[in-house]
Every structure is written in structure tokens, then in C-alpha cells.
């Protein structure tokens, strides 16, 4: 399986862009991407998810090098309740049960 | 909609006794996961139901813990015999999809607590 690395933690202040990196350099070719969150008591939220193209959706946008080996993950206007544990997982390929491989992920500190 | 409802929210029991934990996946979603999460640690994959097929047991700790899913919807983890180290959150999860779907998004409960005195 892929693996991924992510900093254990990172402060953010309210209102400015939040930039979380992961490092996936052992990614195959057609692994995807994941990110989850997960707020403190909470079950782990989904965030986002691509392959090779930059996304965005409504809570975040996904950058992913060209070679695949990193990503990272924007929050544009952090707020207070993004503060979380943030979790960067590569998809197992060969995997059917498609269980998702939690790491330590980084831990968001949104200061007002 | 409803999401993933999960039973009891907290559960505190004696070192020996047996636990029910239930698990109510979102309507229609034909894949159901159990995963653990011990304190300050992340997430453990334990089994994973996918529609009529036979489950992936392969993260279960020991033969002690046991799920099963009554007519493909709700979900029951069983711990026999409980020890302190079983102690940790216990999340389930369902998806709409599985085998391999890359949009295959899995959706959590809030979890259970469970205390092993």
C-alpha cells in the first residue's frame, strides 16, 4: 500500500488560507487520493478526493503534483470549526474492500 | 437525510462481560465498514460487509470480536470476554458503492465509546 506523510500539526490563523501538505511517493499510477477529517468526537468526515487533476468542491480544492508524489489540501478561508485531525489517504489498489488506511494526519489549530 | 446512526453513544462495562455495539448504515448503501480507534491513535479497520457476500473479517483483533448484518442494512459488533486493551471508539461506516469504485466515499457515525473497567 501507498503511504503517506503528513505534519503531525499546524497552526492556521481565522480567515486566512489553510495549506496541509501529504507526501505519497510510493503512489501507483491509478491510486486515488483521499482526504477525511475528523473533528474532535466526530466520526471522520470526507473532504475531497482526486487522481491526477486539481479539484474543488464546496469545503476545499485538492492541488496534486504532476508527478503525483504530493498533495495538498486548501482550505481558503479557514474558520474555527476546521479545526480537526486531517487525514491524506492513498486508495489501496488491490484491495476490494476499499477500507480506507488511516495514518496519524495532521492536526489543524484554527486561531481567531 | 439520516446519516450513520450509531448504538449506544457510550458504553462502560466490566472486564469479562460480553457488548453489543449497533450500527444503522445510511439507506441503500450496500457497504458497511467497523473500524476501532483506540485513544490518540488513528483509525483500525476491522470488517467490512459488501451486499450478500461474505464479509472481510481479515482486521479483527481476535475471536472475540464477531459482527454480523442482519438483512444487508443494520449492523451488530460483538465483543465476548472484554479486556482493558479493548477499550476505544468503535466507528462504523457505510458507502453507496465498493469493489473498487474510486468514488467509493465512505460516510461515518459519531461512534461508540466503549470503557472497559
Known amino acids: 500500500d501507498a503511504k503517506t506523510t503528513q505534519p503531525t500539526s499546524m497552526d492556521c490563523a481565522e480567515g486566512r488560507a489553510a495549506n496541509l501538505p501529504c507526501n505519497h511517493s510510493?503512489?501507483?499510477?491509478?491510486?486515488?487520493v483521499y482526504w477525511y477529517r475528523q473533528i474532535h468526537s466526530q466520526g471522520p468526515q470526507y473532504i475531497i478526493h482526486?487522481?491526477?487533476n486539481n479539484e474543488t468542491n464546496e469545503m476545499a480544492s485538492l492541488i496534486i503534483t504532476e508527478d503525483r508524489k504530493s498533495s495538498t489540501l486548501i482550505l481558503p478561508h479557514a474558520t474555527l470549526r476546521d479545526t480537526a485531525v486531517y487525514y491524506c489517504?492513498?486508495?489501496?489498489?488491490?484491495?476490494?474492500?476499499?477500507?480506507?488506511?488511516f495514518g496519524g494526519g495532521t492536526r489543524l489549530m484554527v486561531k481567531p | 437525510g439520516a446519516g450513520v446512526s450509531q448504538s449506544p453513544s457510550n458504553k462502560v462495562t466490566e472486564k469479562g462481560k460480553d457488548v453489543e455495539l449497533r450500527c444503522d448504515p445510511i439507506s441503500g448503501h450496500t457497504a458497511l465498514y467497523w473500524y476501532r480507534q483506540s485513544l490518540g491513535q488513528g483509525l483500525e479497520f476491522l470488517i467490512y460487509f459488501q451486499g450478500n457476500s461474505a464479509p472481510d473479517k481479515s482486521g479483527l483483533p481476535s475471536d472475540r470480536f464477531s459482527a454480523e448484518r442482519t438483512g444487508g442494512s443494520v449492523s451488530t459488533l460483538t465483543i465476548q470476554r472484554t479486556q482493558q486493551e479493548d477499550s476505544a471508539v468503535y466507528l462504523c461506516?457505510?458507502?453507496?458503492?465498493?469493489?473498487?469504485?474510486?468514488?467509493?466515499?465512505?460516510?461515518f457515525g459519531a461512534g461508540t465509546r466503549l470503557s472497559v473497567l
Open positions: 489517504i492513498v486508495r489501496p489498489l488491490n484491495n476490494a474492500g476499499n477500507m480506507l488506511t
Open positions: 482526486g487522481l491526477k
Open positions: 510510493t503512489i501507483s499510477g491509478n491510486e486515488y
Open positions: 461506516a457505510s458507502s453507496l458503492l465498493a469493489g473498487g469504485q474510486a468514488k467509493n466515499i465512505q460516510y
